[in-house]
C-alpha cells in the first residue's frame, strides 16, 4: 500500500517527485511530504527499535567494576547484592545452595528473576556471573566471561519489566559456579546449572520449559558465535532466523564446536537448549581467563546484535 501510493505520486504525468521550484521558503507539496514520510518510514523504524546495547554495555561495565569475583571473595558477595539491588522489585529468587567443590563445600547463589506470561510455559534465559577461583590471584575482572552476559540479560529484562507478556514467561537466571574451582571437569564445573537443572528437573519445572538459552562470552567486539554441537537444532535455526532478520547472519555459527557450559545439564534432561557463545577472544583466544578480559574488549555494538537477536527468538519461540 505504501509504495503504490508514492509509485502514484511519483509516476503522474508532469508532476516530478520534488519540483524544480521548492527551495528553501518554500513548503513542500503536502502529498510529497506523506510520501516521503511513507518511504523514509521503513527504514527510520527498526534502527530506533534496535536493542539498547549502551544499557546493557553499561550494566555490564558497572558490575565489572566490582572487581573480581570468584566464590567466597569480597567481590562475589559485592556481585551477589548488585543483583538483588537491582531486581528488587521483580520476582527475584536466591537460590542458595552448598556446592561440593574440590576446596571444600561452598556457599553458591543462583539468581532467578521471573517475568510471568500468559502462555503456559516458561523461556529461560541463563548467563554466569562469577568468575574463576583460581584466578583469584590476578586481577580477572571477566568483562566478557560472566559482565557483559549478565549486562545483557538485565538490558533485556528491562524490555519485559512492567508488561503483562503475552507469550510464555520469561525467566532470568544469573548462574553460581560455572567455573571451575581446580581445573575443569564434569565434577568440578558448572555447579550453578548442574544444581538447578536437578531441581527443576525433580520438582516438575523443567518439564514447563520451553527453551532454555544459554549466553556466554558474546560481549567481544569481534563476535563471532559459534554453533555449539549439542544444543538443540531448532533452537539453532530459531537463532539463526532471528539474526537474519537483522542482517546479523555474519556473526552466527560460522564454526562448529562443542563446548561444555551451563546448558548441558538441561540438555541431558531433554530440555531444548542452546549455548550462545564465543570461544574465540582476542589473538589466539589470549583475551580469555586472562587480565586482558577488559571492558575494552567489549562492544556495545556486539551487545545490541545479541539483543536484538535474543528478543526476535524469544518472539519466534512464542509463535512457534
Ligand atoms: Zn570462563
Request: hydrophobic share 40%.
Amino acid at each position: 500500500m505504501t509504495s503504490s501510493f508514492c509509485m502514484s505520486a511519483a509516476t503522474e504525468p508532469g508532476v516530478p517527485l520534488v519540483p524544480r521550484t521548492w527551495g528553501p521558503g518554500k513548503a513542500l507539496p503536502f502529498s510529497i511530504v506523506v510520501c516521503l514520510f511513507f518511504v523514509f518510514l521503513p527504514t527510520a523504524l527498526p534502527a530506533q527499535q534496535h536493542f539498547n546495547g549502551g544499557k546493557a554495555y553499561e550494566y555490564a561495565r558497572d558490575f565489572a567494576a566490582l572487581g573480581p569475583r570468584w566464590p567466597t571473595g569480597p567481590g562475589h558477595v559485592k556481585a551477589e547484592q548488585f543483583l538483588k539491588n537491582h531486581f528488587q522489585h521483580d520476582q527475584l529468587e536466591d537460590d542458595a545452595f552448598t556446592a561440593n567443590t574440590p576446596i571444600g563445600p561452598v556457599l553458591l547463589h543462583n539468581f532467578i528473576v521471573r517475568f510471568p506470561g500468559k502462555k503456559d510455559g516458561v523461556i529461560v534465559i541463563g548467563s554466569h556471573y562469577e568468575t574463576n577461583y583460581p584466578l583469584r590471584t590476578i586481577n580477572f575482572v571477566g568483562a566478557n566471561d560472566g559482565a557483559a552476559t549478565t549486562g545483557l540479560l538485565m538490558a533485556i529484562a528491562d524490555q519485559l519489566r512492567g508488561k503483562k507478556l503475552e507469550g510464555y514467561s520469561v525467566w532470568f537466571v544469573f548462574f553460581d559456579g560455572e567455573e571451575a574451582f581446580e581445573h575443569w571437569s564434569a565434577s568440578d564445573s558448572t555447579f550453578g546449572s548442574r544444581h538447578l537443572a536437578a531441581k527443576w528437573s525433580s520438582d516438575g519445572t523443567a518439564r514447563r520449559i520451553k527453551a532454555f538459552i544459554l549466553a556466554d562470552m558474546i560481549g567481544d567486539k569481534d563476535l563471532d558465535i559459534q554453533r555449539e554441537t549439542r544444543s538443540t537444532g531448532w533452537l539453532v535455526d530459531l537463532v539463526r532466523q532471528a539474526a537474519k532478520k537483522f542482517g546479523d547472519e555474519r556473526y552466527f555459527f560460522q564454526k562448529e564446536e562443542a563446548v561444555d557450559d551451563d546448558h548441558l545439564p538441561f540438555v541431558e534432561r531433554g530440555v531444548p537448549s542452546i549455548d550462545i557463545i564465543d570461544l574465540d577472544y582476542g589473538p589466539n583466544n589470549a583475551y580469555h581467563h586472562s587480565v586482558q578480559d577488559t571492558m575494552d574488549k567489549v562492544s556495545a555494538r556486539s551487545l545490541a546484535i545479541d539483543g536484538d537477536v535474543f528478543m526476535e527468538t524469544i518472539r519466534l519461540i512464542n509463535q512457534r
